[in-house]
């Protein structure tokens, strides 16, 4: 490797909303990207009037979903498909941790049974030049690459993973900085509704979100 190892791998440790998490390199390290997920899930559960159950998949260290917990009453449930990952999920507290494979259809108990669904899946291309080489270097691909157009992921989501959400529920996915457009059409096309597009902190379009109704 050619570069200098993430500090945040050094510590072990990241902070993310207003928590802190452990991060090995079989995770990605949180960012305040992913932050807007939070923002956009939050902003549905303090509408209040039951008790919410959230769905985090691809959760990776479980940041966007223990930021959720953090800040709201809902229950997480916690899926990746990386043992790994899943691990280091549990070592941060995580209780109801799944293995759950986002390319695939969710399993049938968990149809209809979440007020949301958060991902921040993997969806980067190979041949993404603006690639940071200490992310490529150090971050495990598994968590990255989003088949050949960073795509992959949200064609196998949409529309299949909608099943796991209850009538009225919210669907808010990470994207990369040029894929809103294409992954709202997709949500469209699925049927989704109230589908809008979230900004980061740098001014890009970075969460997607539609309800199921």
Not at 116 to 144: F, G, M, Q, R
Not at 178 to 193: I, K, P, Y
């Amino acid at each position: 490797m050619g570069s200098v190892k993430p500090e945040a791998y050094r510590l072990g440790e990241c902070a993310f909303y207003n928590i802190t998490v452990k991060v090995t390199p079989d995770v990605l390290i949180p960012r305040p990207d992913s932050e807007r997920v939070v923002d956009v899930a939050l902003e549905y559960l303090r509408r209040g009037g039951r008790p919410y159950r959230v769905l985090d998949l691809c959760t990776g260290s479980g940041c966007i979903g223990l930021a959720i917990q953090a800040n709201s009453d809902a229950v997480v449930t916690f899926g990746d498909i990386s043992l790994p990952a899943l691990e280091v999920a549990k070592s941060n507290g995580c209780k109801d941790v799944r293995v759950l494979d986002a390319l695939n259809p969710p399993p049938a108990e968990l149809r209809g049974e979440f007020d949301v669904l958060v991902c921040n899946p993997p969806y980067v291309s190979p041949d993404d030049t603006a690639l940071d080489k200490s992310v490529t270097d150090w971050e495990p691909h598994i968590a990255l690459f989003g088949g050949c157009d960073g795509l992959e992921f949200y064609r196998a989501l949409l529309p299949a993973w909608i099943d796991a959400l209850k009538p009225g529920g919210l669907f808010a996915v990470e994207v990369g900085y040029n894929q809103a457009e294409t992954v709202a059409r997709m949500m469209r096309d699925a049927g989704l509704e109230g589908v809008a597009v979230r900004k980061d902190y740098g001014g890009h379009d970075r969460v997607v979100s539609g309800f199921y109704n």
